[in-house]
């Protein structure tokens, strides 16, 4: 792109990655050529369903995936410009808590249930500066608060069965900031939570992220969450990207025929009691992909081009989409879908 | 004339016990649910909305038995559920399937499809195995699955499809009302709406019954007629599905509903103190239930609110639109 973005790399930055898990029955192509950047201070969100490849895309840049279980076919990952695939476990250990961290959807996994919150905040947080007890302690509660944890001093007592699952993801995403890393990936970290405490922990995290400068990557099987706080999209299916572009575009004028559907199958849409679109077949198996585009035995416009793979065309406005039946029309007006 | 009701729920509380002292003495109660008046008439579909831990499954556990009613009256069909013995416990029982949110654990992962769909005629017992096959191959179709699937495992299943065949088991004996706890939660979207859209066929063609939760508020406003909003183990407002989620009276089911992730409006303008959590269920507070994250708390909220008709008119008579607020005293 820019001049600008050489001299300061993306925080993450994925190009035309594949990636395959060896079974016994074959190799589950996970990846098959995904691009991903995320800018500095950008919310980027990624969105589709499950299985289409969300995880698996930020494992691999975080090397949280089962080491030598999985095989990178082609394509290179940088993380601030540097090689996850090339560091050694310190400086993994290094990356992961200082430049980036994860937010998992499920909050009781993550925190170990024997140890008070406040000791587990403290200890990452001492990890990762040259802070005491108490000044650690102070950073804790401080981070707390900012989550809008109601009494942190007590909660910092607690232990994590003591707490509800919300106060659990708002511990962990407090935790996720604490060390100012410079990249949050939230993987689902809203799913087990309800609408109104999703919609706290949403602000916080965009708060906090935009307060800090922080770059996160949200992903989400849920549209209307991602786009909630995302600057840009990329839709997933069966581990291609198919569409990307500024939320409100992508929203308001989506180009691909299963981003079209993925919004049609939501009742928002719908008048009440009418059958909600849904999209026919199933997902490809991922151990024999059909040839060509991987949405076509689902897709709608498919026709006779739709056996081969269709290339990512550019479109005005920062979109851009796979799909044979928008890469002779780069400037296609607003869909029915109506926003 | 307004149908009978095929359940009605009548001052139901359920507690459990929150804590014990040194001589096995109950010391706490968590106070699940708190004095929930509700009714099902036959063919309709009553959502009921509100936040993890509130009492929705609670509640519905209590309806079907698997939970003990502190105090209270289930009454199906007008006889009181929790008091029947015998064969008419049994046919009461029978009039209510549940499904649950995780097709995954709700299946017993040994048996095959048939079987699994056909289990709950098994334990009734009298079928020869060539029935329940001949009845299973029969269920198996109305929920869009194949006869050749019927030998197969749950395992060689997608998540959607073990959800019909929770749901085809769950019709097995031909219920009137089917109790749906999250049936969708685990779904991807795209399925989500195969699995809707197969619940509303099949209430067209059977008349059934729904009882549905959901933490899904879009999908409650389009799946049912009436909803009923819970909130610390009390209902705060019910009424039509379209009365609540257009015209919310209750402070709370107004920052639920402004809570929920929309298309429409990308930027958040919920006040972020307000979604807070709900308060411990062990000490119940004395005036209203949502009074310390109530914005609209006046004095008056200290009192016990009942609940309280907010308008009533023509069509809305046989459900009226009530809220949990004295700031809806009609004037
Ligand atoms: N067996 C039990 N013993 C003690 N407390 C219980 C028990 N079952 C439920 N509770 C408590 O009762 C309250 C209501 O729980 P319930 O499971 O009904 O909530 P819910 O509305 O279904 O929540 P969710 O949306 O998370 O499913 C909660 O405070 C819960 O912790
Ligand atoms: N450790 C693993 N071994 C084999 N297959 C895996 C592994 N992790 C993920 N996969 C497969 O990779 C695909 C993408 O998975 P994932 O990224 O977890 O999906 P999601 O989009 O739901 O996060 C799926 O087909 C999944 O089954
Ligand atoms: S490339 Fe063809 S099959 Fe694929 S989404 Fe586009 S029209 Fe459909
Ligand atoms: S009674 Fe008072 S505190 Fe309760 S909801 Fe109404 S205004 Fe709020
Ligand atoms: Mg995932
Ligand atoms: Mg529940």
Partial sequence: MTAHSVQRPHALSIENLSLEFPTYAGAIKALDGVTIKVGNAEIVGLVGESGCGKSVSTMAATRLLPEGRYKITQGSIRLFGRDPMAMDEEELQQVRGKLVSTIFQEPMNALNPTIRIGQQLVSVIRRHEALGRKAAEAVAVNILADMLIPEPARIMQAYPFELSGGMRQRVLIAMAFSCNPGLIIADEPTTALDVTVQAAILRLIQGRARRTGTSVVFISHNIAVVSQICDRLYIMYAGRIVESGPTRAVLDRPQHPYTRALLRCLPERVRPKEPLESIPGTVPNLLDPPPGCFYRPRCPEADTRCMEKPHETALPGGQAVSCWQRAGHPSLPSSEVPS | ????????????????????????????????????????????????????????????????????????????????????????????????????????????????????????????????????????????????????????????????????????????????????????????????????????????????????????????????????????????????????????????????????????????????SLTGELPNNRRLPAGCYYRERCGSAVPGCELPQALLTVRKAGAEKASPHQARCHLHIPA
């Fill in chain 2, 1 to 272: 004339m307004k149908a009978a009701p095929l359940l009605s729920v009548e001052n139901l509380t359920v507690r459990f016990p929150g804590a014990t002292n040194w001589y096995g003495r109950v010391t706490s109660q968590v106070h699940a649910v708190n004095n929930v008046d509700l009714c099902v008439l036959p063919g309709e579909s009553l959502g009921i909305v509100g936040e993890s831990g509130c009492g929705k499954s609670t509640l519905v556990q209590a309806v079907i038995g698997l939970v003990g009613l502190t105090s209270g009256r289930v009454l199906v069909d007008g006889h009181d559920f929790a008091g029947a013995n015998g064969t008419l416990k049994r046919d009461l029982r029978q009039k209510m399937q549940i499904v649950f949110q995780d097709p995954q654990s709700s299946l017993d992962p040994r048996l095959p499809v048939w079987r699994l769909i056909t289990e709950p005629l098994h334990i009734r017992g009298g079928m020869p195995t060539a029935a329940l096959r001949a009845r299973a191959e029969e269920l198996a179709i109305s929920v869009g699955l194949r006869s050749d699937q019927l030998d197969r495992l749950p395992h060689e299943f997608s998540g959607g499809q073990r959800q019909r065949i929770a749901i085809a088991r769950a019709l097995s004996t031909d219920p009137e009302l089917l109790i749906l706890d999250e049936p969708t939660s685990a779904l991807d979207v795209s399925v989500q709406a195969q699995i809707i859209n197969l619940l509303l066929k099949l209430q067209r063609e059977l008349g059934l019954s729904y009882l549905f939760i959901s933490h899904d508020v879009s999908l409650v406003r389009h799946f049912c007629d009436r909803v009923a909003v819970m909130y610390l183990g009390q209902i705060v407002e019910t009424g039509t599905a379209e009365a609540v989620f257009d015209d919310p009276a209750h402070p709370y089911t107004r920052t639920l509903l402004a809570s929920v992730p929309s298309l429409k409006n990308s930027l958040l303008d919920v006040d972020a």
